[in-house]
């Protein structure tokens, strides 16, 4: 089992985590602006409704930069999980 399934599941399961982490992201912040929960969600509506564009687009930047961020570290933990795939 460890050495042929889960190797040969690998690369399905960590495809299937970045989707996984993008639609987490996307449903965390949408979330956080219709319950009105303190968060990053609901600073962006915030400033939205309130006409502050700095602000928002400060939000919509570092919402930005925490997928850039996360996709970053599942890089390159496939990177290392799976060193056997590359040439």
Same mark, same amino acid.
């Given at each position: ?5 889960? /190797?040969? !599941?690998? /690369?399905?399961?960590? %495809? =299937?985590?970045? #989707? ?10 949408? =979330?956080?602006? +219709? %319950?009105?929960? &303190? =968060?990053?969600?609901?600073?962006? #509506?915030? %400033?939205?409704?309130?006409?502050? %564009? ?5 939000? +919509?930047? #570092?919402? =930005? !930069? ?8 599942? !890089? ?10 590359? &040439?």
């Amino acid at each position: 089992m460890l050495k042929i399934g889960l /190797p040969n !599941a690998m /690369p399905d399961i960590l %495809a =299937g985590m970045r #989707l996984s982490m993008t639609v987490s992201l996307i449903v965390s912040v949408v =979330g956080e602006m +219709i %319950a009105s929960q &303190p =968060g990053l969600g609901q600073a962006i #509506l915030l %400033a939205a409704r309130s006409f502050q %564009a700095s602000e928002l687009f400060a939000g +919509i930047v #570092l919402l =930005g !930069a925490m997928g850039f961020a996360s996709n970053v570290v599942l !890089a390159l933990a496939e990177r290392s999980l799976l060193r056997w795939q590359r &040439p």
